[in-house]
């Protein structure tokens, strides 16, 4: 077991998603990590999350170098590092922290371009500690199915499918109004938890992929593709299927509800949420039986930051490190790159350009 040391973190982001670290995460976690340090350009942000933490003004920092700044100058001694900043500007925060032997946990995906996730990559050395948040791995039935997958409980896996299906037809009602007028909302944004989802449960690498998205006729809330239809080879021969829409107009299959199934020689499992069932036909008699899932005390987000203070305290946890989540992430970018083009794309043609 790891050796347990409270943590000083410095956070990157003071907005949406870095509240829930603040208010939510560090709370719950307070005997295992404290924030010691904020980065944000809006200083009206970092105002109001570094005032009740006494961190106001000296320990907030209003630009990405400043924070590095005090570290190199000693003023800020952080243990380790949460970046939780718009995926264009993560490859700074982690590569600056890279480069000070600070452990960090990055916000996905871990570049919204190929070139900095490889140069990541590239420059990783044992001692670095990078890890990518791919919360949805920490769910009852995505860790039951992927053990039951592993043990061969459905005999050898043949074909793996994900269906996501949420209403944002709405304009705005994703976030705000900037994922309803970008290209590909889908690809760029939540594919990448759904890739790595069909890796993890399936235990199969992605190698080649077709990717066709479009807007319905008649929406007008969406200026790039939001439905997906993905189609891909994985090692071992297995077959994925992917199939999301964000202008859903039937019964949900939204975060954390997203139905995964799972074709094996012997039968099939199938996840909605938290429910987990096997099927397999017996004398030509369907037979379904329900998994009982092992309660876990963490969940989401929670469970990979637990997993993450874990690791950099010499824990033997797997945590999604930058060549496992290089395997999601070239499956998006080929996935862009396809939807493009039309055409089936390998990974390993993918260079740097491929953002
Ligand atoms: N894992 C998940 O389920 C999940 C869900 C939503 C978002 N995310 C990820 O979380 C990250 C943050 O998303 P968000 O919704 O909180 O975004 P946000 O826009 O609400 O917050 C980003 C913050 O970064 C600040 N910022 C922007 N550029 C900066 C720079 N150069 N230096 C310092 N500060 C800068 C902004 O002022 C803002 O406060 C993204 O990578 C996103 O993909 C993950």
Redesign the pocket.
């Known amino acids: 077991m790891a050796n347990q040391t409270k943590q000083r973190a410095l956070v990157?982001?003071?907005?949406?998603?870095?509240d829930w670290y603040l208010n939510i995460f560090f709370p719950d976690l307070a005997d295992r990590c404290e924030a010691v340090g904020l980065?944000?350009?809006?200083r009206e942000?970092l105002r109001s999350y570094g005032e009740p933490r006494g961190l106001w003004p000296h320990a907030c920092y209003?630009?990405?170098d400043a924070a590095f700044a005090a570290v190199d100058a000693g003023d800020l001694e952080p243990t380790c590092a949460f970046v939780?900043?718009?995926?264009e500007?993560?490859y700074?925060a982690v590569a600056g922290c890279m480069k000070r032997g600070i452990p960090v946990l990055t916000?996905?995906?871990l570049s919204d371009d190929l070139a900095e996730c490889l140069a990541i990559e590239a420059a990783l050395e044992p001692s670095h500690r990078v890890a990518v948040?791919q919360?949805?791995r920490h769910s009852e039935g995505v860790r039951a199915a992927r053990k039951l997958v592993a043990v061969g409980a459905i005999g050898r896996p043949h074909a793996v499918s994900l269906r996501f299906r949420t209403d944002y037809r709405e304009f705005g009602s994703w976030?705000g109004p900037a994922r309803h007028e970008v290209p590909h909302p889908i690809l760029l944004?939540a594919a990448v938890?759904h890739l790595d989802l069909l890796r993890f449960v399936s235990g199969k690498e992605f190698e080649s992929l077709v990717c066709d998205e479009w807007v319905p006729s008649g929406v007008t809330s969406f200026a790039g593709g939001c439905c997906v239809n993905l189609m891909a080879r994985m090692t071992d021969g297995v077959r994925a299927t992917y199939e999301a829409s964000v202008v859903g107009a039937g019964e949900p299959r939204s975060w954390t509800g997203e139905e995964i199934r799972v074709e094996g020689e012997l039968g099939a499992l199938h996840v909605i949420g938290p429910r987990l069932w096997t099927e397999r036909l017996e004398d030509g008699e369907l037979v379904k039986e329900e998994v009982a899932l092992e309660p876990m005390r963490y969940h989401h987000?929670m469970q990979a930051i637990v997993d993450f203070l874990d690791w950099i305290e010499g824990g033997d946890v797997e945590v999604p490190t930058v060549p496992d989540n290089l395997g999601s992430l070239r499956a998006m970018f080929a996935a862009v790159r396809s939807a493009k083009d039309g055409a089936w794309v390998r990974l390993d043609t993918l260079g740097p350009d491929a953002a």
């Open positions: 990157f982001g003071a907005g949406r998603v870095a980065v944000d350009v809006n942000a209003d630009s990405i939780v900043l718009p995926p500007v993560h700074e916000e996905k995906p948040m919360n949805y976030d944004d938890h987000h």
